[in-house]
């Protein structure tokens, strides 16, 4: 046998041993592995820090009632230099905030655009998250139009048996009774103006305005500013006069989409399999959502620098599906979109013009 035969068959042998050694000593391995990534997500208490000054904007649910791999229920994380809100709680919101690395404690208001069961289905995760990560001496802030108090209470009843488990349990200097919970922050949409200016800060505004979700009312977007950078969460709205006035010259729009002719097969399928409910259902939601044509033109209308497409109808399972979802969206607006999944993250640097369209690495 030639030298370099037998050299390469020793490399191949000693590769099989260290493959083979590694197998037997695979669990001590990934406990190791572990060890390091749980430093990398721990060691972190104050994650806002670490950003670059200006406005960030974190899909921590980018999907709607239906069940999707990538998007879970509604919630959009926004950070206005070190402070955080977050807007709507869909399932998954508390789970999906902490994947992305942020601290639930350092929460300072939510902020909820209508009362469907998507949007609020994670309160109670997210209340309780935000309680224990921070020892909260105070409830959480919760703004939303009318409406807010019922919601709130049921979840602040739902979890008083768990928050006596944890203060029993942890003590409560850990979890303070007096923190646990939301406290509702209501708002109502001046007549005149269709908006509410709910904070006015030099630095940091944020105002609700009304959208088009009837039979749904109030349903309310926000424009959000930051110094000199802004961004617009539509809500849930089909195409809205509103959203296309507030969204005027922002940084990022954050719009709600949905494709009547993908949702057109679900409703068929439905159909045909005897299950006329829910057949129902997918035709009616068409009339209260948007499609991404129409958001497009809206961002285009208004100048928006960027759109990303989130509460997405139906899921997108097959990446070939996101052309059809589209249509001519990407025609008819002439910058940068995405269709949003949990964990994009948006970056728009105070005193620049750029936005950086990511993920929360
Ligand atoms: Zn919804
Ligand atoms: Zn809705």
Same mark, same amino acid.
Not at 13 to 23: D, E, K, N, Q, Y
Not at 133 to 161: H, I, K, M, S, W
Not at 202 to 210: G, H, K, R, S
């Given at each position: 046998?030639?030298?370099?035969?037998?050299?390469?068959?020793?490399?191949?042998?000693?590769?099989?041993?260290?493959?083979?050694?590694?197998?037997?000593?695979?669990?001590?391995?990934?406990?190791?592995?572990?060890?390091?990534?749980?430093?990398?997500?721990?060691?972190?208490?104050?994650?806002?820090?670490?950003?670059?000054?200006? &406005?960030?904007?974190?899909?921590?649910?980018?999907? +709607?009632?239906?069940?999707?791999?990538?998007?879970?229920?509604?919630?959009?994380?926004?950070?206005?230099?070190?402070?955080?809100?977050?807007?709507? +709680?869909? +399932?998954?919101?508390?789970?999906?905030?902490?994947?992305?690395?942020?601290?639930?404690?350092?929460?300072?208001?939510?902020?909820?655009?209508?009362?469907?069961?998507?949007?609020?289905?994670?309160?109670? *995760?997210?209340?309780?998250?935000?309680?224990?990560?921070?020892?909260?001496?105070?409830?959480?802030?919760?703004?939303?139009?009318?409406?807010?108090?019922?919601?709130?209470?049921?979840?602040?009843?739902?979890?008083?048996?768990?928050?006596?488990?944890?203060?029993?349990?942890?003590?409560?200097?850990?979890?303070?009774?007096?923190?646990?919970?939301?406290?509702?922050?209501?708002? *109502?949409?001046?007549?005149?103006?269709?908006?509410?200016?709910?904070?006015?800060?030099?630095?940091?505004?944020?105002?609700?305005?009304?959208?088009?979700?009837?039979?749904?009312?109030?349903?309310?977007?926000?424009?959000?500013?930051?110094?000199?950078? +802004?961004?617009?969460?539509?809500?849930?709205?089909?195409?809205?006069?509103?959203?296309?006035?507030?969204?005027?010259?922002?940084?990022?729009?954050?719009?709600?989409?949905?494709?009547?002719?993908?949702?057109?097969? &679900?409703?068929?399928?439905?159909?045909?399999?005897?299950?006329?409910?829910?057949?129902?259902?997918?035709?009616?939601?068409?009339?209260?959502?948007?499609?991404?044509?129409?958001?497009?033109?809206?961002?285009?209308?208004?100048?928006?620098?960027?759109?990303?497409?989130?509460?997405?109808?139906?899921?997108?399972?097959?990446?070939? &599906?996101?052309?059809?979802?589209?249509?001519?969206?990407?025609?008819?607006?002439?910058?940068?979109?995405?269709?949003?999944?949990?964990?994009?993250?948006?970056? &728009?640097?105070?005193?620049?013009?750029?936005?950086?369209?990511?993920?929360?690495?």
């Amino acid at each position: 046998m030639q030298r370099a035969a037998k050299v390469a068959l020793w490399i191949v042998a000693l590769l099989a041993l260290a493959a083979a050694l590694a197998w037997w000593q695979r669990g001590p391995i990934t406990v190791a592995l572990m060890a390091r990534q749980v430093q990398v997500l721990t060691a972190v208490a104050d994650p806002l820090a670490a950003l670059p000054d200006g &406005l960030h904007v974190g899909l921590c649910g980018a999907g +709607s009632p239906f069940p999707d791999e990538l998007r879970s229920g509604p919630c959009t994380a926004v950070v206005a230099g070190r402070r955080l809100f977050i807007f709507d +709680s869909g +399932s998954g919101a508390g789970r999906n905030i902490a994947r992305m690395r942020l601290n639930a404690g350092q929460i300072e208001a939510l902020f909820f655009t209508h009362y469907h069961s998507d949007h609020i289905d994670g309160l109670g *995760e997210l209340m309780l998250q935000r309680w224990i990560q921070r020892t909260a001496q105070q409830p959480l802030p919760v703004y939303g139009p009318a409406g807010l108090e019922q919601v709130l209470q049921g979840f602040n009843d739902a979890y008083a048996l768990d928050k006596g488990y944890r203060t029993a349990h942890h003590g409560a200097a850990v979890a303070p009774p007096a923190g646990f919970g939301g406290q509702a922050r209501p708002f *109502e949409i001046d007549a005149a103006s269709g908006r509410r200016v709910l904070v006015a800060e030099p630095d940091l505004e944020i105002v609700a305005f009304a959208v088009d979700h009837g039979p749904i009312h109030p349903a309310v977007g926000y424009r959000i500013r930051y110094k000199d950078r +802004s961004l617009v969460i539509s809500g849930d709205t089909s195409k809205s006069a509103a959203v296309a006035r507030e969204a005027q010259g922002v940084d990022l729009l954050v719009h709600e989409a949905l494709s009547p002719q993908l949702l057109g097969l &679900l409703e068929q399928g439905f159909s045909q399999a005897g299950r006329q409910n829910l057949a129902q259902i997918m035709h009616d939601v068409l009339n209260y959502h948007t499609t991404p044509e129409e958001a497009a033109a809206i961002a285009q209308a208004a100048g928006v620098k960027a759109l990303v497409f989130n509460h997405i109808v139906p899921p997108l399972p097959l990446s070939g &599906l996101e052309p059809v979802f589209l249509q001519r969206a990407g025609q008819i607006y002439a910058g940068p979109l995405r269709i949003g999944a949990d964990g994009d993250w948006f970056t &728009l640097p105070a005193g620049s013009a750029a936005v950086a369209m990511g993920r929360r690495p």
